[in-house]
Nanobody, 121 residues
Framework: QVQLVESGGGSVRTGGSLRLSCVVSGRTFSNYAMGWFRQAPGKEREFVAA????????DYAASVKGRFTIARVNAESALYLQMNNLEPEDTAVYYC??????????????WGKGTPVTVSS
């Protein structure tokens, strides 16, 4: 079965950085678009960033653009999210997700269990 395992979450102060990782197994990683989503306490899950199967195309939520960078290494079946200049509003559980095909359209098909990020002021 498809498994997505996130890591790299933690607690940082405002302005700090974290790098999230997601390793995928059970499906040919290089064929599928990938994304990061997050869910803050008491809020609905929201889109953060996405990357096409080849890595050539990316998309970001307006709230993270310029601060977060999504990347993938297909040879390692790995997805990354570099988060810089973190703000308390970035506090959430971050989820790795795999889309149905090579482009990030519609809702993802598979989800990880999430990794928590806490940003304190």
């Amino acid at each position: 079965q498809v498994q997505l395992v996130e890591s790299g979450g933690g607690s940082v102060r405002t302005g700090g950085s974290l790098r999230l990782s997601c390793v995928v197994s059970g499906r040919t990683f290089s064929n599928y678009a990938m994304g990061w989503f997050r869910q803050a306490p008491g809020k609905e899950r929201e889109f953060v960033a996405a990357i096409a199967f080849s890595g050539d195309n990316t998309d970001y939520a307006a709230s993270v653009k310029g601060r977060f960078t999504i990347a993938r290494v297909n040879a390692e079946s790995a997805l990354y999210l570099q988060m810089n200049n973190l703000e308390p509003e970035d506090t959430a559980v971050y989820y790795c997700a795999q889309y149905r095909n090579g482009v990030y359209a519609g809702q993802p098909l598979y989800w990880g269990k999430g990794t928590p990020v806490t940003v304190s002021s």
